[in-house]
């Protein structure tokens, strides 16, 4: 994740008569800001004391007194005394808790740091497992090593139990962002449900009615809903037979790419061909440690204006995404002037601008529309870039598979959602 700093120094001389006060330090925050860090540089010596807290501005968000000269605050985590969370814009303020100060006058110097977020794509993992039901990892392993994976959000997803979600383990230069979750298990097949800490607390279902009522009902709550490896039939009760009623989501890549995958994709396409906007992602369905599924593989890359849970929910419920085989890409941009993947563009004939970068010469591109593959070529380098006047079709979309000689086989690199052109969605 890309974050732009700017620094802010403040200063500050006060003398013994003001032992005991707790004087401010201003500063302001504009609405782009996603994280402060603040360190005390210069104060008096020990054994006397300055405290710190911090202030937004409607409360005080958080407190270390004398026992840190530092911290950080973000969205999702804070040094140990404060509270994560958004960030109102406007006058925010160091606390200066004048403890104990020498004789005479003292200078105290502070620089704070706050970071901007510009839109971006984040890329993450849909689907993993911990110790909370069949995986190997703590929480706090999982989110380790998807900071190592290069991985900017992750959702903790357990069967059918809400309690990795509410494990509290904070860590403020972690630039992972966790997205609570849970699998839906029955013995029709499996579903995530993403954004709520505790979305279900009871899951048990035996007919189709059951579970519409359910989705409906989570949906109201402000979950997504997404249909997992819905054509997986190597165990019982994997394959879901719940029909595709209030589904707006549906996981096209489970893992490593095999043929439940492809009829997966395949169902998607149907339905996208019959007016639906259904939203492809992808998940890893990651247990722990193993040289066939693994953490990132795939990639769900999702381009969104605020690195926030809700943030990150709000574009993959509009789309705004697309799969690779890993975190190291292919990368794609795919826009219709201001209008980009998951978009309807609201304009006749517009020129489709499509640019990939980190592909591979041979590497094979297709686009794709409802009534199926619409241009093909290879790569000849390692960007591709190609414009297309939209003429009457429903959607475009984009693929890119390479072909692999150990398999004998084209896999794929890249799945994208589409851009929708006219119309309305249904």
């Not at 911090?54 to 804070?78: C, I, N």
């Not at 419920?317 to 002037?337: E, F, N, R, V, W």
């Not at 939209?390 to 398999?407: C, K, N, S, T």
Request: charge should be negative.
């Amino acid at each position: 994740m890309r974050l732009s700093p700017h620094e802010i120094p403040l200063t500050i001389t006060v003398d013994v008569s003001q032992t005991r006060d707790i004087v401010t330090l201003p500063f302001f925050l504009p609405t782009t800001a996603v994280r402060v860090d603040w360190k005390l540089i210069e104060g008096p010596p020990a054994p006397y004391v300055i405290d710190l807290g911090l202030k937004d501005p409607t409360r005080v968000r958080g407190w270390s007194g004398g026992t840190r000269t530092e911290g950080t605050l973000t969205l999702t985590s804070a040094t140990p005394g404060y509270l994560p969370g958004s960030f109102p814009a406007g006058s925010w303020c160091l606390l200066l808790g004048l403890y104990r100060l020498p004789p005479g006058t003292t200078r105290i110097r502070v620089i704070v740091t706050w970071f901007e977020f510009v839109p971006q794509w984040l890329r993450g993992d849909l689907h993993t497992h911990t110790e909370h039901s069949d995986g190997v990892w703590t929480v706090r392993e999982l989110l380790q090593q998807a900071a190592v994976t290069g991985l900017d959000f992750v959702a903790t997803t357990d069967h059918n139990t809400a309690s990795q979600n509410l494990v509290t383990w904070q860590d403020p230069t972690s630039p992972v962002i966790r997205i609570p979750g849970m699998e839906w298990t029955t013995y029709s097949g499996h579903a995530n449900i993403l954004g709520l800490d505790d979305p279900l607390p009871d899951w048990r279902v035996n007919q189709t009615e059951d579970v519409i009522r359910l989705t409906d009902q989570l949906k109201k709550a402000g979950a997504l809903v997404s249909v997992n490896h819905p054509y997986d039939e190597f165990q019982p009760g994997l394959r879901w037979d719940w029909g595709d009623d209030g589904i707006d989501l549906i996981e096209v890549w489970n893992g490593p790419w095999r043929p439940s995958n492809q009829a997966a994709l395949d169902h998607w396409q149907e339905r996208l061909g019959l007016g639906s906007q259904v939203v492809a992602i992808g998940g890893s369905d990651t247990h722990g440690p193993s040289d066939i599924v693994q953490l990132g593989t795939p990639t769900t890359w999702v381009w969104t204006e605020s690195p926030s849970i809700s943030g990150i929910l709000q574009s993959i419920a509009a789309g705004h995404l697309y799969i690779t085989q890993d975190p190291k890409g292919p990368t794609l941009s795919m826009q219709a002037g201001r209008f980009h993947v998951g978009d309807r563009v609201d304009c006749q004939n517009p020129d489709i601008v499509i640019e990939l970068g980190l592909i591979e010469v041979g590497d094979r591109i297709r686009l794709i529309n409802e009534s199926g593959i619409e241009y093909e070529t290879l790569a000849v380098s390692d960007t591709w870039s190609h414009t297309i006047i939209a003429q009457g079709q429903h959607f475009i979309r984009l693929e890119v598979h390479r072909y692999r000689d150990v398999w004998q086989h084209w896999l794929p690199l890249l799945i994208s959602n589409p851009i929708y052109l006219g119309g309305s969605s249904s």
